[in-house]
């Protein structure tokens, strides 16, 4: 663990306000030895046989000399470390952001290869100290990666569930404030778009060697418990215009955990057993939207009508969290991890040939490059590549009638079932109950069609179409628990009918989501973040709206028996055409694939 303490964000900060003499590193210690490749070819030898001798102080500029070709021009900060730090991705639920882009391989790319072939450059390149190194996350032990998981997993619920919390205080915020419905449903819209927004800043941020996953988790958690103080106390209680905003700004905070968890995830459990591990953290945050409105209705209840309470209990979590990922939540960026080992071994050698993999990225990327990378090209992307413009649709369909939930729950429970407020939220389970069934389902199968076959030597076999059979029985199901959850929501008819039609939907929403994602990304690995950005986006920017017409598709469509009847039936008819795409993909998509200009390495 003594790791995870000297590579957290506060570690970081000890570490370089002691001179680096807290929490450092081997490569600063007395008994290190500097590999022969990282030395001249003739000093090798005697540069040890010194150090032995000597305490070597490095307390200096970490980032050594300037290296040749400009990489650290100025000095090279690390990782962020605490300036730029301050100064990212889901998935998304679902694999959100989810799935995160998993671009954290440790092997050497394209870009490194070609210095390493340039005579001229005659670079270092920094690796892990053999396959066994165990500063590379992979090499982790079960124990911490289980741990590192639990934080991960945390942080995601922790503000994922801030999008729905307050809804079982609509009705009183609406009299609070003298306000409509829609006008009270404004700040879960804004929320929700706002983590849209986000990854489209911090997802590249949080994959450049620079910054890293750490800092910008961390930063953006702070800010994000700073904005739920006046959402709690402040201006945010009297004026539903200052709460939309400081919503919409929560919203964009909270997307890192939502849009890069996949990517942490990636970054300590090895490519057979990623879809696993990416299932696994999915429940936590496709689960959260549902454990809000669950926490949300205790706190209005238990407050008699302070809907305030609920804003005041996501400042308590998400400072909790913050306090505890800035002391044990470390460093998996291999890049970044990589980069900080340069840059000690550049002040210990002083040899300034000495680089890493994200250094030389940094150094060949110029402005306009990374303007096209971050901004424009996941909206290229999203709208002229048909295999994800159509998954985005889908997908924002999947998301929407999620959304959409938050405004006919409380009309099926609370008007016709005549539900407390408390019972309300208990009865958001059956959505959480869905997905933990279709995910042990999920993983059963992606152990066996695609986890194994790495494992067996049988890699060669594997294609994107290997995640679409469960694709196809998710859309199935999508419907299906869609009608029933319309027609079995009468006042003649038990309300268990209306939960299995909810956990129906779910165990549907969860396979076409984990399944969809990892298409995408086998799809389309070399833009991978630019795929789950755009994706991030697109279904934000549309299930956020959704809800503000909830209650007038439901209300006008409404009969005396049926009050979601044929409401919910446009959604399923809906549903039921977007099966066409998982089956056109199974059929056609080796061939779709073949005409795409971004498919492939």
């Not at 590379?136 to 997993?153: G, H, M, R, S, T």
Request: aromatic share 14%; charged share 15%.
């Amino acid at each position: 663990m003594r790791h995870f303490v000297r590579d957290s964000f506060f570690g970081r900060m000890v570490y370089h306000g002691t001179g680096h003499r807290l929490f450092n590193h081997k490569e600063e210690r007395p008994d290190y030895v500097v590999p022969a490749k990282y030395l001249g070819q003739s000093e090798g030898a005697d540069f040890n046989e010194n150090k032995a001798q000597t305490v070597v102080d490095s307390e200096g500029n970490e980032g050594g000399s300037n290296i040749e070709g400009g990489v650290a021009e100025g000095g090279i900060t690390e990782g962020g470390g605490v300036t730029e730090g301050i100064t990212k991705g889901v998935v998304e639920g679902s694999v959100e952001g989810s799935a995160g882009s998993s671009t954290s391989t440790l092997s050497q790319p394209e870009v490194a290869k070609d210095a390493e072939k340039n005579p001229e450059n005659d670079y270092i390149m920094v690796d892990f100290d053999g396959p066994d190194d165990p500063e590379n996350p992979y090499n982790w032990p079960l124990w911490q990666k289980v741990i590192f998981a639990f934080q991960i997993a945390f942080l995601t619920v922790s503000v994922y569930m801030g999008s729905a919390i307050y809804t079982p205080g609509v009705d009183v915020l609406m009299a609070d404030l003298n306000i409509s419905r829609v006008k009270a449903t404004l700040p879960l819209t804004m929320f929700v778009i706002g983590y849209g927004l986000g990854p489209m800043v911090f997802s590249p941020m949080s994959e450049n060697s620079m910054f890293g996953r750490t800092s910008i988790y961390i930063v953006t958690l702070f800010i994000f418990f700073i904005l739920q103080i006046p959402q709690g106390f402040g201006s945010g209680t009297h004026s539903i215009a200052s709460l939309t905003v400081l919503r919409f700004l929560s919203g964009i905070f909270a997307s890192p955990a939502l849009a890069t968890g996949g990517a942490s995830f990636g970054d300590v459990v090895t490519l057979p057993y990623m879809p696993v591990g990416i299932a696994a953290w999915s429940m936590g945050a496709v689960c959260g939207p549902s454990l809000g409105p669950l926490i949300g209705a205790a706190l209005v209840n238990g407050s008699h009508g302070e809907w305030v309470w609920t804003f005041r209990f996501m400042m308590i979590i998400s400072g909790t969290c913050f306090l505890f990922l800035t002391f044990f939540l470390p460093e998996t960026y291999g890049k970044t991890i990589l980069r900080r080992k340069a840059q000690r071994l550049r002040a210990l050698t002083g040899n300034d040939k000495i680089i890493s993999e994200g250094e030389l990225e940094n150094k060949h990327m110029t402005p306009r490059e990374v303007a096209i990378d971050t901004l424009w090209r996941p909206i290229e992307i999203s709208i002229f590549e048909p295999v994800v413009l159509s998954i985005n649709l889908y997908i924002a369909l999947v998301y929407s009638i999620m959304y959409l939930w938050f405004e006919a729950f409380p009309i099926v429970f609370i008007e016709t079932y005549h539900f407390t407020l408390v019972e309300l939220g208990v009865s958001y389970t059956s959505v959480m109950i869905g997905i933990m069934i279709s995910a042990a389902i999920y993983i059963v199968i992606i152990y066996h069609q695609f986890t194994k076959k790495f494992l067996t030597g049988q890699a060669e076999s594997i294609t994107p179409e290997v995640f679409i059979p469960p694709s196809i029985l998710g859309s199935i199901m999508m419907p299906i628990g869609v009608f029933i959850f319309g027609w079995s929501s009468s006042a003649n008819q038990h309300w268990i009918g209306a939960m299995i039609g909810a956990a129906a939907f779910a165990f549907g929403a969860f396979l076409i989501f984990q399944t969809l994602f990892n298409y995408m990304a086998m799809s389309f690995p070399r833009y991978m973040a630019s795929v789950f950005a755009g994706n991030d986006l697109f279904r934000s920017v549309i299930a956020g709206c959704f809800p503000l017409f909830a209650s007038a598709l439901f209300n006008n469509l409404k009969t005396s028996k049926y009050p979601v009847g044929w409401g919910s039936s446009i959604l399923g008819f809906i549903s039921v055409g977007m099966i066409a795409i998982p089956v056109a993909f199974y059929k056609f998509g080796p061939r779709i694939r073949a005409r795409s200009r971004y498919a492939g390495f």
